[in-house]
């Protein structure tokens, strides 16, 4: 006895195995007579009869799956294009901020050496520092979040080296932006001067600290030991065997690394230690600057400020040099 349910487009059916007959050379199809069905046909080999049916879905199905293979070829091509544009508006992205860093840094050196030469700032000089120093702290706060993210990746430990970079230059390039707004304010505004002093000494203990940590670590060195961690922690049987696909790449990963973006911000870790090595033994260097305030008309005029290594007040015993 049997009993069947039909709902929807699925057939469910409870059957009696005594009901049940045995199936032919292979498993086909039921064979229905008078009393129903009476056997079950096999299936014969594509080769024979039915040949005529079957081609025609097996080509039908091979022309699928080569137009189905073209299409994700032409997929990949245009994944590549893409990567091959992002790549190209990174690059004019970096290049663009190095631009903008190298003009900046420039206005600042021409700024630094006219006021050397007649020590004094006119409004030009004035607009030029304004410039630059918007073009800097722009770059520094943006490359200062930058600096600060995992590198992740071999792309993000090549970009993380040109993120520190750009934010060391650009910090030392404010350092000189706030020595000539010092040097500003004992010229316009005298009684802004100690803040200004202060502002510069806070600033370079902030960027000293900044420097000394870079030096201890830095993202791409920690993205590296991470990978080697990985290597390191395989088993035999998967290092030599099921992973060992996975290892070679990650061992050629760490390789470039090594030699690429590593190599590349230890060489600039150098000029950081020097920084910071100067920085150090220069700390005594302004005792031996005088500043000179006076006023022009003979006393009547502005109260002016400039600073000189070419006079120096000593005490009553000593004289002047």
């Known amino acids: 006895m049997s009993s069947s349910l039909f709902a929807g487009n699925v057939f469910l059916a409870t059957v009696d195995p005594a009901t049940l007959m045995p199936i032919g050379a292979g498993v086909g199809s039921a064979v229905v007579g008078p009393a129903g069905i009476v056997a079950q046909a096999p299936f014969l080999a594509a080769s024979s009869a039915i040949l005529p049916v079957v081609a025609p879905v097996v080509f039908f199905m091979a022309v699928s799956s080569v137009m189905m293979c073209a299409r994700l070829d032409q997929v990949q091509v245009s994944l590549d294009q893409l990567g091959k544009a992002l790549e190209q508006l990174l690059v004019r992205q970096i290049a663009g901020d190095y631009a903008v860093l190298a003009s900046a840094m420039d206005?600042?050196?021409?700024?630094?050496?006219?006021?050397?030469?007649?020590?004094?700032?006119?409004?030009?000089?004035?607009?030029?520092l304004a410039l630059a120093e918007k073009d800097l702290n722009v770059l520094h706060h943006k490359y200062a979040f930058l600096s600060k993210r995992p590198a992740g990746s071999e792309l993000g430990a090549n970009l993380a080296v040109s993120d520190i970079e750009f934010f060391t230059v650009s910090g030392l390039a404010d350092v000189q932006v706030d020595r000539l707004r010092l040097k500003l304010a004992l010229q316009d505004n005298p009684d802004d001067a100690w803040r200004r002093v202060s502002v510069l000494?806070?600033?370079?203990?902030?960027?000293?600290?900044?420097f000394r940590k870079l030096l201890e670590e830095d993202s791409v060195s920690e993205y590296r030991k991470d990978l080697q961690d990985s290597v390191d922690s395989m088993r035999w049987w998967n290092r030599n065997v099921l992973e060992r696909g996975t290892r070679k790449a990650k061992e050629a990963e760490i390789e470039r690394i090594e030699s690429g973006p590593e190599h590349r911000l230890e060489t600039f870790k150098l000029y950081i230690a020097k920084w910071l090595d100067d920085?150090?033994?220069?700390?005594?260097?302004?005792?031996?600057?005088?500043?000179?305030?006076?006023?022009?008309?003979?006393?009547?005029?502005?109260?002016?400020?400039?600073?000189?290594?070419?006079?120096?007040?000593?005490?009553?015993?000593?004289?002047?040099?």
């Open 107 to 128: 206005r600042l050196r021409d700024v630094s050496e006219e006021f050397d030469g007649y020590r004094r700032f006119t409004e030009e000089m004035r607009l030029r």
């Open 201 to 210: 000494n806070s600033k370079i203990d902030q960027y000293e600290r900044s």
């Open 279 to 321: 920085l150090a033994s220069n700390n005594d260097v302004g005792q031996s600057r005088t500043v000179i305030f006076y006023r022009e008309d003979g006393g009547r005029g502005d109260l002016n400020a400039y600073y000189t290594d070419d006079w120096q007040f000593k005490g009553q015993d000593s004289k002047a040099s």
